[in-house]
């Protein structure tokens, strides 16, 4: 049996297209339980959920008090009747062979995690949506992250969105930590692999992801995955990966850049040559993906908050953890 777990908060926009696809799956439903974990929306999403609930005995609504997300998945884990855990989110749609795939891969692979490329779309067809669609699937955007720009073959990875995971691997590595509003997947598939766990990416399996509509959401989402980031390598003892320390060298060179610049012309051409060169090759990138230039101005203007906000969110983590201060953010819709 497997137990389909998926955290939602004031989702009534997205959830009935992502429980439809649910539905839709080719997955015996005599052998699947979907526990939708629900952070006391304030919206209709309980209400759409529940009306579900009564025409599917399989589906079930589960109450977060705390409202994130790692409380969620082990609220779900708990209840969890499966030897089997997906994980899902509600903003996304799934493909119809989607749970049967990750089951038959797992056994395959001989596998404790896999899961399936995210392919981001816009959440509306204006222009600035596509941008910010755009620059989440792009290699100058996410850098090396496979599961975001896709992979040719079947290959060990980091992590991996909406992840299959064994139950019993829970019972090895723990459950999921609870101080981590952002990043909590790839700390929980950091410490998986720390234990020897082996994580695969299926490139021909898609999900479709529905991007933040705004370039601010979308900033300070990645603000906080910025933030949160330095907790997960403290907690892991060690970083997880070398891509999420270009924002933060990237933001630290602006800054002293521009601050030696002020001392050498030779340091302000060499400043200004290499932010020239940043924005030359975000405008290159953005071309790639051209519809119109409002477009492509939103995706540069993405790009660069993406970089600037995590790059920031990096360092204000870093000084909490030398001032031992709490950690605290707001759920961002």
């Known amino acids: 049996m497997i137990s389909v777990i998926c955290p939602i908060y004031n989702e009534e926009k997205y959830i009935s297209e992502c429980i439809n696809s649910i539905l839709l799956q080719d997955y015996p439903k005599n052998d699947m339980e979907v526990l939708l974990v629900d952070g006391m929306s304030t919206d209709r999403t309980r209400e759409i959920v529940l009306s579900y609930c009564v025409k599917y005995p399989f589906i079930h609504l589960l109450d977060n008090p705390q409202k994130i997300v790692p409380y969620a998945m082990n609220i779900g884990i708990h209840a969890a009747k499966g030897d089997i855990v997906i994980r899902l989110d509600a903003h996304a749609i799934y493909p119809d062979n989607y749970f049967s795939e990750l089951v038959t891969k797992l056994h395959e692979l001989n596998a404790d995690n896999v899961g399936a490329v995210c392919r981001t779309l816009p959440a509306d067809d204006s222009p600035k949506c596509r941008a910010i669609a755009a620059a989440l699937s792009s290699s100058f955007g996410m850098g090396n992250s496979y599961f975001r720009i896709g992979a040719k073959d079947i290959m060990q990875v980091d992590t991996v969105p909406f992840g299959c995971y064994r139950k019993e ?19 929980l598939n950091a410490r998986l692999i720390k234990h020897g766990g082996k994580i695969y990416l299926l490139p021909y399996l898609i999900v479709d992801y529905f991007a933040r509509n705004t370039i601010k959401k979308t900033g300070k989402m990645f603000y906080q995955y910025g933030l949160y980031k330095p907790l997960v390598n403290k907690k892991l003892g060690s970083p997880a990966t070398l891509r999420q320390f270009f924002p933060v060298a990237f933001v630290l060179g602006l800054i002293f850049g521009l601050i030696l610049s002020i001392f050498s012309k030779y340091i302000l051409i060499a400043y200004l040559a290499i932010v020239t060169m940043y924005f030359l090759l975000a405008l290159i990138f953005s071309v790639k993906s051209y519809s119109s230039i409002l477009q492509v101005f939103c995706q540069i203007a993405t790009y660069f908050t993406v970089h600037i906000n995590y790059g920031c969110g990096y360092l204000v983590g870093i000084y909490k953890i030398l001032t031992k201060t709490n950690f605290q953010a707001k759920v961002n819709r």
């Open 169 to 187: 691997v829970f019972d090895k590595i723990g459950l999921y930590d609870t101080d981590l509003i952002r990043n909590q997947d790839d700390e």
